[in-house]
């Protein structure tokens, strides 16, 4: 059964803008922590930005005030505005779901984005 279905990726120019969306099962999306997070080729996992059930928000130094993320609670789906895109920001993106502790669910396929110079 798949749990986490991102999309919106593509390719795009420096500079521009991409909208990912994330639409997550129940079970991951109630009372969890969102989140988005990206790999690089040849990098680790990181943490991009999350979002609690009330709405508050974190983000990685290097996307603030460029990226923002937003939940969508009727619909279980997490949504990541990328602004300003830089080459950079190239990597895999994929969101989970976090209870404080671990993430609760197994990674899906992620979208790629990939930012041309």
């Known amino acids: 059964q798949v749990q986490l279905v991102e999309s919106g990726g593509g390719l795009v120019q420096a500079g521009g803008s991409l909208r990912l969306s994330c639409v997550a099962s129940?079970?991951?999306?109630?009372?969890?922590?969102m989140g988005w997070y990206r790999q690089a080729p040849g990098k680790q996992r990181e943490l991009v930005a999350r979002?609690?059930?009330?709405?508050?928000?974190t983000y990685a130094d290097s996307v603030k005030d460029r990226f923002t993320i937003s939940r969508d609670n009727t619909k279980n789906t997490v949504y990541l505005q990328m602004n300003s895109l830089k080459p950079d920001d190239t990597a895999i993106y994929y969101c989970?779901?976090?209870?404080?502790?671990?993430?609760?669910?197994?990674w899906g396929q992620g979208t790629q984005v990939t930012v041309s110079s």
């Open positions: 129940t079970r991951i999306f109630s009372n969890n922590i």
């Open positions: 989970n779901g976090y209870n404080g502790r671990i993430f609760v669910a197994s």
């Open positions: 979002i609690t059930n009330g709405g508050t928000t």
